[in-house]
């Protein structure tokens, strides 16, 4: 690590920068934000406990936050530890019984937990849940047909205990928002029978953005947005738009389910969903407290 010192700055642009962000604090103050947190920044202690402390900040500005975390390189890691093999369809992990359990442990486990205690280290009041707790997030298996690409014919594919979200009850979190607790939730889904369901935390917290009618929806990614043809970031877009670049192939790939979880949370009635770079350090205040924001902006329309 180099030792060089970091440029300070005066008393003076140090009031600029709060006078200029104290609009957009007023604009966001009472709202709900759903933040999906995961890829590399949760990996790395010093990104984590960034993200922690502009958590608290919000919260401490008068904003709602709700975390909806992921873990999808941690359940990779324990279960090759635990030698059981798992595969991926569609970017969707097929969990079977063996693998459900596991994906529980690790999710509502330590990850969740980790999570709620660098927020409470932050000077926070963080309680990590899973969508099990208080039927939070009640779910139904998720159905994908697949087309055989010689025969033609589709064909109903088993992902085994990989859900989707039915229901969010939102009674859970109007508790929490009512008081100075920022709620932690692992995406783990419970079945009308009372089964586990693995459910992607992108869906999970795209359906919890638009059943509590947050302000805003924070998608925190390993890159920094939607890119046009040319590779350069989209800073905005409506719905409309961003339909058209998945039609046209410009947002392809992995970009696809992310935006299209967007344009869900906005159809639902969320103001606005952002696709940003999590690895940028307080990209969560950069979006919300400043002129040009971080990452890709997409609303209605």
Do not use: W
């Not at 006078?19 to 984590?48: C, D, F, N, Q, T």
């Amino acid at each position: 690590m180099s030792d060089t010192p970091k440029p300070t700055l005066s008393p003076q642009d140090q009031a600029q920068i709060l006078s200029e962000a104290l609009p957009y604090m007023r604009r966001h103050a009472g709202h709900i934000v759903v933040v999906k947190y995961g890829g590399h920044a949760m990996g790395e202690a010093h990104l984590a406990q960034l993200f922690a402390s502009d958590i608290v900040m919000l919260k401490h500005l008068g904003l709602h936050p709700i975390v909806v975390h992921g873990g999808g390189p941690q359940i990779g890691a324990m279960l090759e530890r635990l030698k059981i093999v798992s595969s991926f369809v569609d970017g969707l992990r097929v969990t079977d019984a063996a693998t459900v359990e596991v994906v529980e442990m690790v999710l509502a486990g330590s990850i969740n937990k980790e999570i709620a205690t660098y927020i409470n280290q932050a000077g926070g009041f963080a309680v990590g849940l899973s969508g099990k707790d208080g039927n939070l997030i009640q779910a139904t298996k998720l159905r994908r047909t697949q087309r055989d690409p010689e025969s033609n014919i589709e064909k109903i594919l088993d992902l085994g205990f990989v859900g989707e979200p039915q229901t969010i009850n939102t009674h859970v979190l109007d508790m929490f928002l009512k008081t100075d607790v920022i709620p932690v939730i692992a995406p783990i889904g419970i079945g009308p029978k009372g089964e586990t369901y693995n459910i992607n935390a992108d869906t999970a917290a795209g359906a919890i953005a638009e059943a509590v009618g947050a302000k805003r929806f924070l998608l925190l990614t390993d890159v920094a947005g939607v890119l046009d043809d040319m590779k350069n970031l989209i800073p905005k877009m409506d719905a409309s738009m961003a339909r058209n670049l998945i039609k046209s192939g410009t947002i392809k790939g992995g970009m696809i389910p992310k935006v299209e979880t967007c344009l869900a949370a906005v159809d639902g009635g969320v103001d606005g969903a952002v696709i940003m770079d999590g690895r940028v350090p307080h990209a969560l205040l950069l979006e919300l407290f400043t002129e040009h924001g971080s990452g890709t902006l997409i609303e209605a329309g």
